[in-house]
C-alpha cells in the first residue's frame, strides 16, 4: 500500500467552482442554455452538461444560428464587445465571470480610460487574456509572455504604463518580466494579479514534489494552471506524470515507490481526485 499526500488546494478554484455550479443552477430551467466556450478544460464535466441540454458556442456568429435562450460566460471572462454582441443577438446573459477576473476589466478599463498603456503579463492566445484586452484600447496594449518581449518592449518615452497579469501565470516569471519593463525606466503601475488561488496550489505542489518519490499532476491537457503545475513538480521530483484520469496511470512506473504526491488543476473535479487517489493507494 502506498503513502498518499493529497495537496489540500488539488482541483476546483472558488472562481471554477462557481462557474460549474452556475450552470447546473441553470439546466434546472425550461430554456436553452450555451456556454461561451466550454466551462471548464475538462471533456467529463463537459460531456455531462451537453447531455442536460447545455450547448457549447465559440463565437457571437454561431450564436446568430441558434435557438434564443441564456448564455453562461465562463469564469475566465470575455472582451466587453462580446457582453455587447450577446444582448444585441436577443440572448440573455448569467455572467459567471471570476470575480477577480472581472476586477482585472474594471482596473484596465478605468486605466486605458486614463491614458495609460496596458501591458498583461501573460500567453496572448489564453481567453482569459484576449478577454482582459478586449477592456483595453487595443492602440495602446501589449500583451507580454518572455524576456525577449520583455526586452523588445519599446513604446514613448512619458507615456504611463499599467501591468497587470494572467491570474494563473507564474508568479516567479511575473516578477521577472516586470523588473526587465521597470529597467528601461518608465513610470510603471504594477498591479499583480496573479490569483491567490494559483500561488497556493503551485506552493503546495512544490512541497510535495520536494518531498515524495513520484508525483502526480491531474487535469486536461489543455489547462495552462496544470501545465504550470506540472512544470513545477517536475522540477523537483523527476518522476513526475501528468494524467488525465487514473487510467493514464502505468503500474510499472509506481513499482519501486513507496511516497506519492497528488495535486490537480484548478479545471479538475472532484471525483476524478478521488478516483486517482482510491486506486493509487490500494491497488498500486
Ligand atoms: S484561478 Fe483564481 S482568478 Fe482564476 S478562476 Fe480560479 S479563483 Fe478565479
Not at 48 to 70: A, I, P, Q, W, Y
Not at 115 to 138: A, D, T
Not at 206 to 216: G, L, N, S
Request: some cysteine.
Amino acid at each position: 500500500m502506498k503513502n498518499v499526500i493529497l495537496a489540500k488546494s488539488a482541483g476546483f478554484c472558488f472562481g471554477v467552482k462557481r462557474a460549474v455550479d452556475t450552470v447546473y443552477e441553470q439546466t434546472g430551467k425550461n430554456e436553452k442554455i450555451y456556454t461561451f466556450g466550454p466551462i471548464i478544460h475538462n471533456e467529463a464535466v463537459v460531456e455531462d452538461l451537453e447531455k442536460r441540454g447545455v450547448t457549447v458556442v465559440h463565437s457571437t456568429d454561431e450564436l446568430k444560428t441558434k435557438e434564443k435562450g441564456t448564455v453562461i460566460i465562463r469564469s475566465h471572462g470575455v472582451e466587453k464587445a462580446i457582453y455587447e454582441e450577446i444582448e444585441k443577438l436577443g440572448f440573455s446573459i448569467v455572467d459567471a465571470t471570476c470575480p477577480f477576473v472581472l476586477k482585472i476589466h474594471k482596473y484596465v478599463e478605468k486605466y486605458s480610460k486614463l491614458g495609460y498603456y496596458i501591458v498583461i503579463i501573460g500567453n496572448e492566445k489564453h481567453p482569459e487574456v484576449l478577454g482582459i484586452k478586449g477592456w483595453c484600447n487595443p492602440e495602446e496594449t501589449s500583451v507580454i509572455e518572455t524576456k525577449e518581449e520583455a526586452r523588445n518592449f519599446n513604446i514613448s518615452e512619458g507615456k504611463k504604463i499599467c501591468i497587470v497579469s494572467q491570474t494563473t501565470f507564474n508568479n516567479n516569471k511575473f516578477k521577472e518580466l516586470v523588473e526587465i519593463i521597470q529597467k528601461k525606466g518608465y513610470n510603471i503601475n504594477v498591479l499583480n494579479t496573479i490569483c491567490n488561488a494559483t500561488e497556493e496550489r503551485q506552493k503546495e505542489a512544490k512541497e510535495i514534489a520536494a518531498r515524495v518519490d513520484a508525483m502526480i499532476v491531474i487535469g486536461g491537457r489543455n489547462s495552462s494552471n496544470t501545465q504550470k503545475l506540472f512544470e513545477i513538480c517536475k522540477n523537483e521530483c523527476e518522476n513526475t506524470y501528468y494524467i488525465q484520469t487514473y487510467k493514464d496511470l502505468v503500474r510499472s512506473e509506481f513499482k519501486s515507490v513507496d511516497n506519492v504526491g497528488i495535486t490537480a488543476g484548478a479545471s479538475t473535479p472532484n471525483n476524478i481526485i478521488e478516483e486517482v487517489q482510491t486506486n493509487v493507494r490500494n491497488e498500486f
